[in-house]
């Protein structure tokens, strides 16, 4: 397997550190649909086809569901990595009909099996008067 160069990236606002990968989207994509791939067969969901750009015009994320199975299509061009990465879950998600309360778990333990992290950030609250 080949490793991804990443750069640590420092914002406010909301996890604290947000890694961002240096290649090419196009590696990018197919690496995080075989992560993705891999946590759903893990855990016995169907592993959908990705593929790029959905055939829809205009669309940034299309499933297409056929007797081999379901594809999700997702628009990469001109977008933000996390976005991208938002839309594949959620197309995992949509392809095996994940309902709360387990697609909120499964969306969780996909970020972080893509290597994101939610640091919480202390809350600054002024003394309270009596």
Do not use: H
């Amino acid at each position: 397997m080949r490793s991804v160069k990443i750069q640590k990236l420092s914002v406010p606002y909301p996890s604290g550190k947000v890694l961002l990968p240096m290649k090419s989207t196009t590696v990018n994509f197919a690496t995080a649909a075989r992560t993705l791939g891999r946590e759903a067969r893990e855990r016995g969901l169907l592993v959908p086809g990705f593929r790029c750009p959905p055939r829809v015009i205009g669309l940034d994320r299309t499933l297409k569901r056929s007797n081999n199975g379901v594809t999700v299509a997702v628009r990469v061009k001109d977008r933000p990595w996390v976005a991208i990465l938002a839309d594949m879950i959620e197309g995992v998600i949509a392809a095996n009909r994940l309902t709360p309360p387990l697609a909120d778990r499964f969306r969780g333990e996909m970020w972080l099996a893509l290597g994101f992290t939610c640091e919480a950030l202390p809350i600054t609250r002024p003394p309270q008067v009596a």
